[in-house]
């Protein structure tokens, strides 16, 4: 099973908003509504942000969603903040699951 | 709270075999399946493979059938993850993380274990 498909990477100024998105198949992210995202600080281990497409665990700040279109899901985060600078990965669930090549945000 | 604690760091000659543990608390066991994610340095994360904490059924990577097993113990609350035949390119940190409320939703993970192969 492939990687899913991310940018490489993203920059964009404090307050503003960035939009990652995560490309798969009909048979992965386009066929099932299992796609979540992950948060990763360098060093340290991953941290769920937004699960079954848009849905955001307790604690996780609205400034972070999730969509879907198709085969591509995207992550938004608004007001980006200095803290924001991590590597994302989007993760599809299709019977097993497969993440994205990930993508990261600097906050310049 | 949840919390998942994994083995220590290890290092093994090509062609050995790792053994890494993950043990849960916080929660109830059998309630929730653990996924073993692995990323190699400087590159992304890597799925390899769940299992069932509570009738141990087991989904593997494509790129880790016939390498690897995993199990679990319920008295103990602890899952193993077994890679053999190890190769350089196995040099890793892994990760066990437990599947939430939704499947692939990893909502807990531990604090990962470092797995160096080197002759």
Not at chain 1, 9 to 38: A, K, L, M
Not at chain 1, 47 to 66: A, H, M, Q
Not at chain 1, 70 to 89: F, K, P, V
Request: net charge neutral.
């Amino acid at each position: 099973q492939s990687a899913l498909t991310q940018p490489r990477s993203v920059s964009e100024s404090p307050g503003q908003s960035v939009t990652i998105s995560c490309t798969g198949t009909i048979s992965d992210v386009g066929g099932y509504n299992y796609v979540s995202w992950y948060q990763q600080h360098p060093g340290k281990a991953p941290k769920l942000i937004i699960f079954d497409v848009s849905k955001r665990p307790s604690g996780v700040p609205d400034r972070f969603s999730g969509s879907k279109s198709g085969n591509t899901a995207s992550l938004t985060i608004s007001g980006l903040q200095a803290e924001d600078e991590a590597d994302y990965y989007c993760c599809s669930y299709a019977g097993t699951s497969v993440f994205g090549s990930g993508t990261k945000v600097t906050v310049v | 709270q949840a919390q998942l604690v994994q083995s220590g760091s290890e290092v093994k000659k090509p062609g050995a075999s790792v053994n890494v543990s993950c043990k849960a608390s916080g929660y109830t066991f059998a309630s929730y399946g653990i996924n073993w994610v692995r990323q190699a340095p400087g590159q992304g994360l890597e799925w390899m493979g769940w299992i069932s904490t509570y009738k141990g059924d087991k989904d593997y990577g494509q790129n880790f059938q016939g390498r690897v097993t995993m199990t679990t113990d319920t008295s103990t609350s602890i899952v193993y993850m077994e890679l053999r035949s190890l190769r350089s390119d196995d040099t890793a940190v892994y990760y066990c993380a437990r599947d939430g409320d939704t499947p692939g939703g990893m909502d807990v993970w531990g604090h990962g274990t470092t797995v160096i192969v080197s002759s």
